[in-house]
Nanobody, 124 residues
């Protein structure tokens, strides 16, 4: 079994900063691409940023220059440093990871996993 657990969300004022974390745990052979997505009330889930295992990054235009995605491959942990936060950044933030599970000593085909989400609220 594989789990993704996010943490670090909360309430912050306009212009403030937060750092989200996501830890992948369980029977893991290899964690490949990882990413952060968000979903605001009444809206579809949207990509915030993604990062490859080799740390190549991709950002949505609305966070470029404000958010930084990073990862620690040893700890199987993903981070999102958020700064200059705006009320429109208010959403539930979800961690996503493409993971090959370890089964009987062998890496299985890659599956996509999601965390349970962490709420980020930015007050004006």
């Amino acid at each position: 079994q594989v789990q993704l657990v996010e943490s670090g969300g909360g309430l912050v004022q306009f212009g403030g900063s937060l750092t989200l974390s996501c830890v992948a745990s369980g029977s893991i052979f290899r964690v490949n691409d990882m990413g952060w997505y968000r979903q605001a009330p009444g809206k579809q889930r949207e990509l915030v940023a993604r990062i490859t295992r080799g740390s190549t990054t991709n950002y949505a235009d609305f966070v470029k220059g404000r958010f930084t995605i990073s990862r620690d491959n040893v700890k199987n942990t993903l981070y999102l440093q958020m700064s200059s936060l705006k009320p429109e950044d208010t959403a539930v933030y979800y961690c996503n990871a493409d993971i090959s599970r370890l089964r009987s000593g062998v890496g299985m085909p890659i599956d996509s996993y999601w965390g349970q989400g962490t709420q980020v609220t930015v007050s004006s």
